[in-house]
């Protein structure tokens, strides 16, 4: 619902928890790939002397995208596990549903 970036640490902690309650019943699509690199200086290093190393990946998470998607659960378990999969990530989530129509 709001744009952020999402580390791959907090992809790998959302995707453990899916994975926990879908086991073998379900299929899970991971719709955000950690692709842009941060990189972080040494602590009390001169100025100069170039770039740091990569510290860690992100995934830069538009407004409104689709990060997770899960398949062959009931609803009641479905929107459960999405619920607790969110409070791994540092954004406001909604659960949406597709309209099989």
């Known amino acids: 619902m709001q744009p952020s970036w999402v580390t791959a ?3 790998e902690a959302t995707r453990r928890v899916l994975t926990r ?8 699509w991971i719709r955000i790939f950690p692709d842009v690199p941060v990189t972080e200086r ?5 100025m100069g002397s170039g770039k740091g190393i990569v510290s ?4 830069s998470v538009a407004a409104g995208s689709m990060l997770f998607e899960l398949n062959g659960l009931k609803k009641p378990l479905a929107y459960k596990v999405l619920k607790l999969a969110s409070h791994k990530l540092p954004l406001k989530t ?8």
């Open 56 to 59: 860690y990946w992100i995934a």
């Open 42 to 46: 040494a602590a009390e290093s001169r």
């Open 94 to 101: 909604r659960v949406v549903e597709r309209d099989e129509s």
């Open 21 to 28: 309650y879908v086991r073998r019943t379900g299929k899970i």
């Open 9 to 11: 640490r907090q992809i």
